[in-house]
């Protein structure tokens, strides 16, 4: 660690050989975790020099008082990986409605995602930052209660109503719009 903490020093201080010693030290770690999320040896490439990329330029936002090197490196590939995985997730809604042939069906998918999206900006505060930190950000229960400052089964319980809460108001929903279609 000792090591570490100079090396890190050097790539503060911009140290082009401190990256690089950095890199083969974190690197194979890292890609690993990387390929396992995105199983793809290409994408899991281009998201490892671009993890890098941003050790390189964010190196003086890290704090070794709030965790480890290595932890602070993982995050910023965990959280690359998955923004790339949300893009190219084809649950998530991204094209344009007028391809439905169907107008009413255009309209009911609209109205649906309007009605999820407003649930959950309805949330209490403290649920839907629990439900963004989770499923948004991609944290885990044991990162985002930290991220909160609450104890763990604090965390797990606003995550446990959030959804509880987002059922009801999903499933009220639903049952409009299938009675505004005719559909009941």
């Known amino acids: 660690m000792q090591n570490d903490t100079r090396l890190?020093?050097?790539?503060?201080?911009?140290d082009e050989s401190a990256l690089s010693l950095l890199?083969?030290?974190y690197s194979g770690a890292i890609y690993s975790i990387i390929l396992k999320m995105i199983r793809d040896e290409g994408k899991a490439q281009n998201l490892l020099q671009d993890t890098f990329m941003t050790v390189w330029d964010k190196a003086e936002n890290y704090d070794a008082t709030k965790g480890r090197f290595y932890t602070w490196v993982y995050r910023i590939a965990k959280n690359k990986t998955l923004n790339v995985?949300?893009?190219?997730d084809p649950l998530i809604q991204t094209d344009d409605f007028s391809?439905?042939?169907?107008?009413?069906?255009?309209?009911?998918?609209?109205?649906?995602?309007?009605?999820?999206?407003?649930?959950?900006?309805?949330?209490e505060a403290h649920h839907k930052e629990a439900i963004e930190l989770v499923y948004f950000k991609g944290l885990t229960h044991?990162?985002?209660?930290?991220?909160?400052?609450?104890?763990?089964?604090?965390?797990?319980?606003?995550?446990r109503q959030a959804l509880k809460e987002l059922r009801i108001t999903y499933s009220?929903?639903?049952?409009?719009?299938?009675?505004?279609?005719?559909v009941l």
């Open 23 to 25: 890199y083969d030290k």
């Open 172 to 182: 009220k929903a639903i049952i409009v719009l299938l009675l505004i279609l005719n």
């Open 85 to 88: 995985l949300r893009k190219n």
């Open 8 to 14: 890190i020093q050097q790539l503060k201080n911009k």
């Open 99 to 123: 391809v439905y042939k169907n107008k009413e069906e255009a309209i009911s998918i609209d109205s649906e995602y309007l009605e999820l999206k407003g649930a959950i900006t309805s949330l």
């Open 142 to 159: 044991r990162e985002a209660h930290k991220e909160m400052n609450v104890p763990l089964g604090t965390f797990k319980s606003y995550v």
